[in-house]
């Protein structure tokens, strides 16, 4: 299975971008889908994440701007950023995370998006 993260760009602050990331087929027994930021010198973090039940949780730092959603039929995860903030120039990973036989966590990784904010 192969991710295709898409949305990044340059965009001024408080300024707008949506990423997606689509699955290249159905991935069985989701259990929660994700949006992970690396900034350069810095760790990867989780940004944002939504369950196979639609529960959502944000990092701290982009409660109230950013907003993730999913639509299964299209095997697909997207985030919304609402205004943008220099802070937030990073690239951007989604994730997709299924059960697999024997208790097996499977992780799938997108290829990453760059967004950069700045004027």
């Known amino acids: 299975v192969q991710l295709q993260a898409s949305g990044g760009g340059l965009v001024q602050p408080g300024g707008s971008l949506r990423l997606s990331c689509t699955a290249s087929?159905?991935?069985?027994?989701?259990?929660?889908l994700g949006w992970y930021r690396q900034a350069p010198g810095r760790p990867r973090e989780l940004v944002a994440v939504?369950?196979?039940?639609?529960?959502?949780n944000y990092a701290d730092s982009v409660k109230g701007r950013f907003t993730i959603s999913r639509d299964s039929a299209k095997n697909s995860v997207y985030l919304q950023l609402n205004n943008l903030k220099p802070e937030d120039t990073a690239v951007y990973y989604c994730?997709?995370?299924?059960?697999?036989?024997?208790?097996?966590?499977?992780?799938?990784w997108g290829q990453g998006t760059l967004v950069t904010v700045s004027s």
């Open positions: 087929r159905r991935i069985p027994a989701i259990n929660a």
């Open positions: 939504i369950t196979s039940s639609d529960r959502t």
């Open positions: 994730n997709m995370e299924a059960s697999g036989s024997g208790g097996r966590v499977h992780n799938y």
